[in-house]
Structures are given as C-alpha cells and as structure tokens.
C-alpha cells in the first residue's frame, strides 16, 4: 500500500477513535412490542361443548371423506383428489401438493408409513364418480400413490380387483384388505350378498397382485355377506367389520386354527380365525357393522382384551333402527365359535351397552354412527353424520357417557381423526375442521370414571339441506352446493 494512502487510513482511524462511543453510531430505532398470541377463529355456528376448542377449518377439502397422516403430513381423500396438508400447526394448515383426479369412495385411505405410499380404494357402484353411484361395473381398483414428496405426488400402479369400498394395511403394508360392496350377480357366486374382503400382496408395490381366494367368506351366519371395512389392533388382529357383525383374524405368524384345529402359518392372503362374530339384533337391528376397534387395555369384569368397540351404520328414519355405536364382550368367540356352523348356531357375541345422540336429545337427534377413533384411553372421537362429532368414555364398556361434542349447524361427518393432542374431523360439507378437546383421564395410579363429567347437548337446529352437483365446466372437481 502507498505511503500516502497508508498515513491516511492511519489518520482516519485514530480520529474515529477519539468520538465518544454515545456518538458513534446512529440510535436503533426502539424494538417493536412482542404481538399478541394469533387469536383462534370463531367457531361455526352449533353447540360445541365447552371442553371442546375451535382451532381451524380448511373450506377448500368439501367433499372430504377420509384422512391419514404421515408425520406432521396430513392426506385428505376427497372426491375431487388426494390433498396434503403440512398440519405442524394445527391452527395454520398450509396446502403441500395436490393430485386431482374423480374418487369414490377410497372411504378409510391408508398409508404406509415407511414406503411413503397412499392407497386408493375406487368402489364398483361408483368407479368414476359420484355422479354414477348404483352402476353395476363389476370390479373395483386399487391404485398405489408415491407420497414420499407431497408436493409432488404420483400414481406407480394399480390392480383391478373383485372388490372397493375400502382398503386396509395388514402386516406393515405387505398387503392390502379390500372391502365392499354388494354382490355383482354378472361376476360373483349366486350364493353371494355381498362381496368378502379381497387381499392383494404389495411387498413389490410396482407389481400388486390379488390373492388367489377371498377373505372372510360365511360371514353372515353362513352367508358370504358385505364385508365392509377392517381395522388392525395392536396386537396385529385385523377385525373384518360388514353385514352380520365382526370377525377377527391373524395375519401373520403360527397359531392354532379353531377351525380345522391344526397349526397353521397365516399370512396376508391366508388368515387364521382368531375371533368375534355375530351381532345381535337387539343392540344393532340392521346388523350392518361399519367398523370396529379392539382397545388391548379396556376390561370387562377384570378381563382386559376382551372388548370389542363397534358401530352400525343405518340411514334409517328412526334410531330404533339406525346406526348406533356399540361395546361388545368377545368372551365365549375364542374357540372358533363365529366362524362355524353360524348357519345353524346362529352365534351372537354378548353386547354390553349401545349409544345414539337420539336417547340423548329426543327425536331430533337421529343420525347413524359412522367413523370412531381412539385417543388410547377408550376416550373415543366419533363420527354421527348431522349430529358431528361426539366424544364418548367406553372405559366403562358397560355404561357409555357422552362427555363432549361438535356439532355445527352444517355439520355431514363422516370421520374422526385423533392425532396427537387434537381431533382432525373429515366433513362432506364443511370440510376438514381442526378441534381440541380438554377433557383429560388420569395418567397414573388409578383412573376415576367420574373424572370426565357427563354431557348433553341441546336438540339440533335442522338446516336446509344441501346437496352437491358437478359444474358444467369442471364436474366433480369444482362441486357446486345447491340447497335442496
């Protein structure tokens, strides 16, 4: 560096040295005050309970029908596509990816967690659409979706199946159950109502391929009858829910068959008989069992394992013969007793309690069970069509208490969701709604029922009913509400 210029940045620091440190550099502006916490929106017009908190809607998801999660990724099943939502933040979901296309009805979506995969479920009566419900397609479709990027979402297969309605995770995603729905006499046996479960193996998701025989036959007192849909418990038992009541099987490892009385291997495409069976007319008039779970922690008279929890799906005018949620004891069902000589045995299991919003609210609160999840704690989030969502204490199986409620004026709920502390509600009509309920249980020593007091909701405000038509331009993807 030249003499000259070296002297004078010399200079010129000594003289910035010698300013007081006050007046050395402008005074920062002054901090802006912290803002208040966002405040919650308002919650939709209804009776909500006050253990019960509004956290969000997303309007867009209308003519949602099922949900899943990955993570903090949430899947919406729609019948205009399948949508994912980052929902870290359950009072900001924000859109990831979308992938359009005509569903119905992909009624429970699954998803395999370790493959990032989602799983369609198209039913026969509707292959395409909504728009076409009733048809007599004869098959139904199973399409495999890569999840793995949610923003960018894509199909990598799909197999046409004897069945769809609904599709289920057995083993980890090894393979897939499907149900639904009625007979098709042009493809089924004369002798079929219903349709039983058609199980698919996905170990090489690329290549899906449908097991050779069909799951879950007889099950209607001998009758090979609607199986509708299957949840899988903690101990791997997948529990077939349809027409006639709810039968359980291993799909994996050796067991004891009651039925043939040997040791057998199940597998995915070969179950072994483990439990359940008929349902009672008496709680269940229909005795169309929509779905089910098994809670391996709840106990009946100090059995613990022994619970089964049900709902019957019937659109009805009446509860005295519509859908009801429904606790029922699997003692007396180990030995094969559901899966043999039901035509002549005709085999009920022992129903403990039953529930309805009607016997809460009088006639004006009639609406069939649908969906139910569990927080863990048999504290039970369920699905009632126009009555919303209801909270429900199974911990006494026998005395079943309603102890919170959402129930918006527009309400068409279809599913419940727990997802970590908070309940995520798929609603055909108002879209998928986001809630938090506060009631707690205790965490250790011993557990009081009373703890969560009792709940009634007031009687229904009935609005005008909406239905949905497809736009002129777009169909099913931009479904316009008219009030009927």
């Not at 359940?276 to 779905?291: D, I, L, Q, V």
């Not at 879209?431 to 249980?441: A, E, L, P, Q, S």
């Amino acid at each position: 560096m030249p003499r000259t210029r070296l002297r004078l940045l010399t200079a010129a620091l000594v003289a910035l040295a010698a300013i007081p440190a006050s007046a050395a550099l402008p005074a920062l502006p002054a901090l802006p005050a912290l803002s208040a916490p966002r405040a919650l929106p308002a919650p939709p017009p209804g009776e909500i309970s006050d253990n019960v908190t509004f956290l969000a809607n997303v309007p867009e998801m209308k003519t949602a029908i099922a949900v899943n999660f990955i993570g903090d990724t949430m899947f919406v099943s729609s019948t205009t596509g399948i949508y994912a939502y980052s929902i870290k933040d359950p009072t900001k979901p924000s859109l990831f990816g979308a992938l359009p296309m005509y569903i119905w009805e992909n009624e429970d979506v699954d998803v395999d967690t370790k493959r990032g995969l989602l799983f369609v479920s198209r039913d026969p009566r509707g292959f395409t659409t909504p728009a076409t419900p009733g048809s007599t397609f004869p098959f139904g479709m199973i399409q495999v979706i890569d999840v793995s990027l949610p923003h960018a979402m894509r199909q990598i297969s799909q197999i046409v199946i004897k069945a769809g309605h609904t599709t289920t995770c057995v083993n980890g995603c090894k393979w897939l159950w499907a149900g639904g729905p009625y007979a098709n006499k042009a493809l089924n046996p004369a002798d079929w109502v219903g349709r039983p479960i058609i199980g698919v193996d996905l170990r090489d998701p690329m290549k899906p391929v449908e097991c050779a025989t069909p799951i879950d036959l007889g099950r209607n007192d001998g009758v090979t009858d609607y199986a509708h849909d299957v949840q899988v418990d903690a101990r791997g038992i997948a529990w077939v829910s349809g027409a006639g009541g709810v039968r359980g099987y291993w799909t994996e490892g050796k067991h004891r068959n009651p039925v043939t009385g040997r040791v057998e291997t199940a597998d995915g495409c070969k179950p072994i008989p483990y439990a359940g069976g008929g349902t009672p007319e008496e709680a269940t008039p229909s005795r169309f069992m929509h779905n089910s779970w098994r809670n391996l922690t709840a106990s009946v008279d100090g059995r613990k394992g022994d619970v089964l929890y049900a709902t019957e799906e019937a659109l009805k005018s009446s509860c005295e013969s519509s859908g009801r949620f429904a606790t029922y004891d699997l003692k007396g069902t180990y030995n094969g007793e559901g899966f043999m000589n039901t035509a002549r045995t005709k085999q009920r299991m022992r129903f403990l309690d039953t529930w309805t919003p009607e016997e809460q609210e009088g006639a004006s609160g009639c609406e069939s069970a649908h969906y139910f999840t569990d927080r863990g704690d048999s504290i039970l989030a369920s699905a009632f069509y126009g009555q919303g969502t209801r909270f429900l204490d199974v911990r006494n199986p026998r005395d079943i208490r309603q102890v919170g409620y959402f129930r918006p004026d527009d309400a068409t709920t279809w599913a419940a969701y727990w997802h970590k502390d908070y309940v995520v509600i798929a609603d055909n009509s108002r879209g998928i709604d986001f809630v938090r309920f506060t009631g707690k249980t205790a965490k250790r020593g011993k557990s009081s029922l009373a703890e969560l007091p009792t709940v009634v909701a007031p009687p229904r405000r009935v609005p005008a009913p909406i239905r949905f038509e497809p736009s002129r331009q777009w169909g099913y993807l931009c479904p316009t509400p008219v009030s009927a």
